[in-house]
């Protein structure tokens, strides 16, 4: 039985209107992305919430981004940390993370976040080396996808037992189910889909919101 309600626009309100506290940085954040030509990339703001909500349900010390965009995840994730807790985040791009730091440095959680620009994969080995494995307790992948199956291969090297993987995007605006859709992507997406749904190293649970949310436990 197929039952899963429809996200209208008015339903999507009231939502956030029942729920989502966004204060003013997050706010502003939000809306000067919304003005960017990529703001397709933005995340949803409840979907950050989700992200807070379980770094603060999993105890989290040590969390890894891939994909930081202009930061609003990342913002959210830093402030559910405890104190002394780290966040590590990396991209490409220069003017995107730039509006990053602002946010992150008016929100006053700058000093819990270590930025690092550059390719993803070569950045997730750097932390290997330099940290070892099993050394994070939350990841969070949310950059390109035709490179998602390598970046979780990274990831759950780099997560602890017990930890937490989430993937964004894994429905792919419905892209994954369509046999014309056959870019880097797309391929990508259910590469990495079929490959969790095989994978004995977790306990996975695929969740039919915002684009697709699927969270993976390391056993």
């Known amino acids: 039985m197929r039952d899963q309600i429809d996200i209208t626009p008015a339903l999507l309100d009231y939502v956030r209107e029942s729920s989502l506290r966004e204060d003013p940085v997050l706010r502003e954040l939000r809306e ?31 969390i890894l981004e891939i994909g930081t965009f202009t930061g609003y995840s990342s913002l959210c994730m ?41 390719d993803a994969t070569a950045t997730l080995d750097a932390l290997l ?3 070892g494995p099993g050394s994070f307790d939350f990841v969070f992948i949310d950059a390109d996808k035709a490179h998602y199956p390598q970046y979780y ?9 017990g930890g ?32 969790l749904l095989d994978d004995e190293r977790v306990d996975l649970s695929m969740l039919p919101m915002a684009d697709g949310v699927t969270l993976a436990r390391k056993r």
């Not at 990529?38 to 992200?51: S, Y």
């Open 32 to 62: 000067d992305t919304a003005a960017l030509p990529d703001r397709i990339m933005q995340i949803l703001p409840e979907e950050a919430q989700l992200l807070a909500l379980l770094v603060r349900l999993t105890g989290a010390r040590d």
């Open 164 to 195: 937490l993987i989430v993937l964004d995007n894994t429905l792919w605006s419905g892209r994954v189910v369509d046999p014309t859709a056959q870019d880097a992507d797309t391929r990508g997406v259910r590469t990495v889909n079929r490959k």
């Open 153 to 161: 291969e990274q990831s759950v090297a780099l997560t602890r037992p």
């Open 78 to 118: 830093a402030r559910a940390l405890p104190p002394g807790g780290r966040l590590v985040t990396c991209d490409i791009s220069e003017e995107w993370t730039s509006m990053a730091q602002l946010a992150w440095k008016r929100a006053d959680v700058a000093e819990r976040i270590d930025l690092r620009l550059g």
């Open 129 to 131: 080396t330099e940290r």
